[in-house]
T-cell receptor, first 111, second 113 residues
Framework: DAGVTQSPTHLIKTRGQQVTLRCSPK?????VSWYQQALGQGPQFIFQ???????QRGNFPDRFSGHQFPNYSSELNVNALLLGDSALYLC??????????FGPGTRLTVL | DQQVKQNSPSLSVQEGRISILNCDYT??????FLWYKKYPAEGPTFLIS?????DKNEDGRFTVFLNKSAKHLSLHIVPSQPGDSAVYFC????????????FGKGTRLHILP
């Protein structure tokens, strides 16, 4: 079992650009959540996807959007990147009555 | 507004002794509390949890205590081992299992030889 996988591992973008991050959930998991972890902070909830729909959303602007595919994998898209978007982006997957499993994250640097 | 607070950014403990990590919360709607452990270049790993109907949960060397009236929980690790050196996040969520999880800023634990 590969667990939760994320790609790419690292990414460097410039301000104003757009980025897409990808997540494959742990086998058997149908729900995916995305978190942003800035330096020195805990993970902050961005949104959650279940049955290909956004079910919950944290306090993030519309520049942050996502998608879940029929195979439960997910993408996080960020438009019009700002310097403050530099962070570790974590994907977590889970199935009802289980705890969330986190992937290793994608380190995004915005220059 | 930090709903889950870990006021100690770091903690150093001698190997073999007890490590106590503290966490406070402000939202009385939180119903379920979790501790995650994070190594560099890895995602957080679930460690132990406790429901608001309990005041203690134990799993091997790890015990979590919950004091609802004080809105305080703590994680005890005994005995502490070198592999316990990591960042520990306290987290909380509401009643529903799909409620979003709110994390604290984390405490870096150093186990000294």
């Amino acid at each position: 079992d590969a667990g939760v996988t994320q790609s790419p591992t690292h990414l460097i973008k410039t301000r104003g650009q757009q980025v897409t991050l990808r997540c494959s959930p742990k086998s058997g998991h149908d729900t995916v959540s995305w978190y942003q972890q800035a330096l020195g902070q805990g993970p902050q909830f961005i949104f959650q996807y279940y049955e290909e729909e956004e079910r919950q959303r944290g306090n993030f602007p519309d520049r942050f959007s996502g998608h879940q595919f029929p195979n439960y994998s997910s993408e996080l898209n960020v438009n019009a990147l700002l310097l403050g978007d530099s962070a570790l982006y974590l994907c977590a997957s889970w199935l009802a009555n289980n705890e969330q499993f986190f992937g290793p994250g994608t380190r995004l640097t915005v220059l | 507004d930090q709903q889950v607070k870990q006021n100690s950014p770091s903690l150093s403990v001698q190997e073999g002794r007890i490590s106590i990590l503290n966490c406070d919360y402000t939202n009385s709607m939180f119903d379920y509390f979790l501790w995650y452990k994070k190594y560099p270049a890895e995602g957080p790993t679930f460690l132990i949890s406790i429901s608001s109907i309990k005041d203690k949960n134990e799993d091997g060397r790890f015990t979590v205590f919950l004091n609802k009236s004080a809105k305080h929980l703590s994680l005890h690790i005994v005995p502490s081992q070198p592999g316990d050196s990591a960042v520990y996040f306290c987290a909380a969520r509401g009643v529903r299992r799909d409620d979003k999880i709110i994390f604290g800023k984390g405490t870096r634990l150093h186990i000294l030889p």
